[in-house]
């Protein structure tokens, strides 16, 4: 299952791979996920997590994958290399109105000065466009690595966690925690039932 907003949940979610750009979120209070992997990119709620004795673990991500980074990286490195396309028109530009500003320019010349300002102009349209990509990734990553696992009831042994590109996995039965990240760690707390998760809790079908 796959969502571009949230995936809201009545009772529970079993022997699946859910993902969401929005929250996922189990609403019952005997609720579960269990031999699963669930990944969204903003928060994840669910009354218990994991199962005794399965033989499949359960995973749950917050913008783990690492396809958003291999795109930021692609994309640095095409703006890099057509940031130096630019500056070698430049340069030839540059040379093109010298030689226009002292003699006239042949044909073959005035043609080649054309082109560049086109060229160039489309290397200015396309950096544009991907600065503007880069930037959205940057902030798409800076939200996941914001994200949050809510667990109201327990998390069971070998369940993994991953935020961002950190993960852990419980050893053992944990009960009512909140896992965040912390200075690129993962890190666990007492489960408080904060309003952005009470809201959906508590909206009607």
Known sequence: MKSEQAIIVNDYIRNSLVSAIGPVVIKNPSGFIA???VSSDCWIYCNTVGQEDAGVETELSIGHSPVLHQEQVRIKEEIEAKTQDFLRFQASLAKLRGMKSTSE??????????????????????????????????EKIQRTYQGNIYI????????????????????????????????GQIADAEFVLVPDVKKVLEARE
Request: aromatic residues 4%; proline residues 0%.
């Open 35 to 37: 031999t699963s992997k």
């Open 105 to 138: 320019l042949s044909r073959q010349q005035e043609m080649l000065y054309e082109k560049i300002l086109d060229t160039m102009e489309n290397l200015r349209k396309t950096l544009s466009q991907q600065n503007a990509k880069s930037l959205e990734i940057t």
């Open 152 to 183: 109201a009831g327990t998390v069971h042994d070998r369940t993994t966690i991953h935020i961002g590109m950190a993960s852990t996995t419980v050893k053992g039965a944990r009960f009512k925690v909140h896992f965040s990240l912390k200075e």
